[in-house]
């Protein structure tokens, strides 16, 4: 059972237009989301967070969206680049409790075309 | 500050060998979390180590163990090796011991044949 699903395996936008990618969970303790970056022969990189008291959270071209009452959080990249071509994995994990780990997604290519 | 550092980077063994697989942290935490990833299941958890204990463990059979050091460093070993054992092996480590913001290595690349 997946409690984290990218439902998107691959996503390609024009450069200067707006990514969006989706990631729903089925677990309902799950209170806080991470967005990690993939590239190829690299470990990922933490990109953006968002705990369950705040619907959206902003950092530069990034955007993370969550709504819980449909448990789906969202990824905005504006204006998209080249650069950002990579994989993408949203996470969840609950905070205070004992898990000490992050459920992650399968991931969604993003390829943006100059 | 150096980042995770995961040794070595690629590997390729037999079925029925075992491997040790090496994770060091950033230097100051203590949190060390190991994932596999294979292209159709993605990441999966496989335990936590937090001050030489391990707090987590995922859905993996008893062949796949690890251990921390005090100097939070960790190893992770896989017994009998199987064809499916082929993935990337990723290390994470954290400040604390519960933290959700994880600093990734590049991982070890295992190849079974």
């Known amino acids: 059972d997946q409690q984290v699903k990218q439902n998107s395996p691959s996503l390609s936008v024009q450069e200067g237009r707006i990514s969006i990618l989706n990631c729903d969970y089925t677990?309902?303790?799950?209170?806080?989301f991470l967005w990690y970056k993939k590239y190829p022969a690299e470990g990922p990189t933490f990109l953006i967070s968002?705990?369950?008291?705040?619907d959206k959270n902003e950092d530069g071209r990034f955007t993370v969206f969550l709504n819980k009452s449909a448990k789906h959080l969202s990824l905005h990249i504006v204006p998209s680049q080249p650069g950002d071509s990579a994989v993408y994995f949203c996470a969840a994990s609950k905070l205070g409790g004992s898990q000490g780990n992050l459920i992650f997604g399968k991931g969604t290519k993003l390829s943006v075309k100059p | 500050k150096a980042g995770v550092t995961q040794t070595p980077r690629y590997l390729i063994k037999t079925r029925g060998q075992q491997v040790t697989l090496s994770c060091s942290p950033i230097s100051g935490h203590r949190s060390v979390s190991w994932y596999q990833q294979t292209p159709g299941q993605g990441l999966q958890f496989l335990f936590e180590?937090?001050?030489?204990?391990?707090?987590n463990k995922g859905n993996f059979p008893g062949r796949f163990s690890g251990r921390q050091f005090s100097n939070s460093r960790s190893e992770m070993n896989v017994s009998t090796l199987e064809l499916g054992d082929s993935a990337l092996y990723l290390c994470?480590?954290?400040?604390?011991?519960?933290?959700?913001?994880?600093?990734f290595g590049p991982g070890t690349r295992l190849t079974v044949l």
């Open positions: 677990n309902s303790m799950f209170d806080y």
């Open positions: 968002i705990s369950s008291i705040k």
């Open positions: 180590y937090f001050s030489e204990t391990q707090r």
């Open positions: 994470a480590s954290s400040v604390i011991q519960i933290s959700n913001e994880q600093f």
